[in-house]
């Protein structure tokens, strides 16, 4: 039980950091940014459970389950939120269809496709998308940077072929 309570505790922490450095700070990678945060996360976890164990819950105050399978518990809760925030925040981030319905909320008369075109995100336009798309390939090492055509990096090609194999594999068109 304590497992899961500190890795709730210390995940919560970690997504409230990087909102918080997110806000403050304008970082040009900014998933690696959260990666590391959650990795990080992960890492206190990992290392901080044997001294809060014995700390915080002492003689099994909140021992229902032994304590390595308390740790193993705690740590997959830790793995599962992690990846729920990782997937929140790419939604948020990345949603090219929530973005049309975040700007059709505000537009009370609706939008035709070519004002759906031009006020993408704020008024930002679709070109800017592909700018900020291109951008954060390049910032996650995927695409080479400007100047020139933007080719693959080694690490692009290799996303590229395995998602490329999971679309064919799922039938995503």
Same mark, same amino acid.
């Given at each position: 039980m304590f497992g899961v309570l500190f890795a709730v505790l210390i995940v919560a922490a970690a997504v409230a950091a990087h909102l918080l450095c997110s806000h403050l700070v304008a970082f040009a990678r900014r998933e690696r940014v959260l990666v590391r945060f959650l990795v990080a996360a992960a890492a206190v976890y990992a290392l901080g459970y044997p001294i809060g164990r $014995?700390? $915080?819950?002492?003689?099994?105050?909140?021992?229902?389950? /032994?304590?390595?399978?308390?740790?193993? /518990?705690?740590?997959? !809760?830790?793995?599962?939120?992690?990846?729920g925030y990782l997937e929140l925040w790419s939604l948020i981030e990345r949603s090219f269809s929530l973005r049309i319905l975040i700007d059709a909320a505000g537009?009370? =008369? !609706?939008?035709?496709?070519? =004002?759906? =075109?031009?006020?993408?995100? =704020? !008024?930002r336009g679709l070109g800017w998308m592909m700018d900020k798309r291109v951008s954060d390939l390049v910032g996650s090492s995927m695409l080479t940077p400007p100047p020139g055509p933007q080719r693959l990096t080694p690490r692009g090609r290799l $996303?590229?072929?395995v998602f490329g194999t999971l679309h064919r594999l799922f039938l995503v068109r």
């Open positions: $014995v700390v $915080v819950a002492p003689a099994g105050s909140l021992a229902v389950l /032994t304590p390595a399978f308390d740790y193993l /518990t705690g740590l997959a !809760g830790a793995g599962f939120l992690i990846l537009a009370a =008369e !609706g939008l035709a496709r070519e =004002e759906i =075109e031009q006020s993408y995100a =704020e !008024g $996303v590229a072929r």
